[in-house]
């Protein structure tokens, strides 16, 4: 069972990303996906959930309408589209599954002001 985030990087404020998320040794498209994300010394937050076996997406309030998920069932991707990035989007950006409270490695993220 693992979670492996990639896509992460520097970009300047107004840019953006795509963070990708691959899943493999669990049922997938069943699965409920959340990204989370952690700044240097704060605590790691939620960001966006991927409700499994629907297209339900819920986003936190500081990004509704610049990040979108979307999910690849075929491909056992979850993908994060970070538009009109900020500087306090910065930080690691980590994928969980729910169920099993399965989390990945992380992805750096940057927004340079």
């Known amino acids: 069972v693992r979670l492996v985030e990639s896509g992460g990087g520097l970009v300047q404020s107004g840019g953006s990303l795509r963070l990708s998320c691959t899943a493999s040794g669990f049922a997938f498209s069943s699965s409920t996906i959340k990204w989370f994300r952690q700044a240097p010394g704060k605590e790691r937050e939620w960001v966006a959930s991927?409700?499994?076996?629907?297209?339900?997406?819920y986003y936190t309030d500081s990004v509704e309408g610049r990040f979108t998920l979307s999910r690849d069932n075929a491909k056992r991707l979850v993908y994060l589209q970070m538009n009109s990035l900020k500087p306090e989007d910065s930080g690691v950006y980590y994928c969980?599954?729910?169920?099993?409270?399965?989390w990945g490695q992380g992805t750096q993220v940057t927004v340079s002001s």
């Open positions: 969980r599954r729910d169920q099993g409270d399965i």
């Open positions: 991927a409700i499994g076996s629907s297209n339900i997406t």
